[in-house]
């Protein structure tokens, strides 16, 4: 299961999207973190199955996207909105950020 919330802008949505298991948890490795539990309301959205949450994202309408646990990330490599080149890695947690430039 996937939190997902879209936070719309007038260039697009922000999506925020982690795994279920991850809410709530930090992750650090030398100088980064990542804090799902001080930012948990920016992610906790809709709680989605796999395809629900394939559904509601699409490269036209992403603006930037934060992206973080394994099952996310692999969404939206399958999509095609980033490449297995484009993952990084936090404590052996996979994640994504996305930008569009327009």
Do not use: W
């Amino acid at each position: 299961m996937i939190y997902l919330r879209l936070h719309e802008t007038d260039r697009g949505a922000i999506v925020a999207m982690c795994d279920k298991e991850l809410l709530g948890k930090v992750f650090s490795e030398g100088k980064h973190e990542i804090d799902l539990k001080k930012y948990a309301d920016f992610y906790k959205g809709d709680l989605l199955d796999r395809n629900a949450a394939e559904k509601m994202i699409s490269k036209e309408s992403i603006y930037t996207a934060n992206i973080v646990g394994k099952e996310s990330v692999g969404i939206c490599v399958d999509k095609g909105l980033a490449s297995e080149s484009d993952i990084a890695m936090i404590s052996g947690v996979p994640y994504l950020h996305i930008y569009r430039i327009a």
